[in-house]
């Protein structure tokens, strides 16, 4: 239980973390809530599925790994929960994105419409910001501030 309290739960008390996981929540939720809910344009599980098979190769299984991150790891990035863990999970998502697909386009985005296929730098981006978030962990206002606060008044 000390791990658990001294190494996933611990956050450096910064606003800076606290702005990180909460725009990096923000970004991602509407991608999980496309491919999980069908909202924002999305099409819905079952339709990312087939897409998520045809396109990438890789099993149904990943697939829905890729919903349960974007989806609910969004969510609990809002609330501070298990930061450190979902940024481990966004950054390993991300990689993968990057090798599976993106990687031949290059890394700039297709602004122009130019180009067979979308670059790889949002994904550095998303990367980035995961990275802070497993190092540093969730910052004020985090439901992990809270567990790990009560754990030591005990």
């Known amino acids: 239980m000390a791990f658990f309290k001294d190494r996933i739960l611990a956050t450096h008390d910064t606003w800076s ?3 990180l996981r909460i725009f990096l929540g ?8 496309q491919k999980l809910l069908g909202w924002f344009g999305g099409a819905g599980p079952a339709a990312f599925m087939q897409s998520f098979e045809k396109v990438s190769g890789l099993p149904g299984w990943l697939g829905w790994l890729v919903i349960i991150i974007e989806a609910v790891g969004s969510i609990c990035l809002l609330l501070g929960f298990w930061v450190r863990l979902w940024g481990l999970a966004f950054i390993g998502l991300f990689v993968g994105i990057i090798l599976a ?3 031949p386009y290059g890394f700039f985005m297709n602004w122009g419409g ?3 296929g979308e670059g790889y730098e949002y994904h550095l981006l998303v990367i980035g910001m995961a990275w802070a978030l497993a190092v540093g962990g969730a910052g004020k206002l ?3 501030q809270t567990m790990a606060n009560q754990e030591r008044r005990f």
């Open 101 to 103: 697909i993106h990687l």
């Open 26 to 33: 923000l970004m991602m939720w509407p991608h999980g809530a």
């Open 142 to 144: 985090s439901i992990d």
């Open 114 to 116: 130019n180009q067979a």
């Open 17 to 19: 973390l606290t702005i």
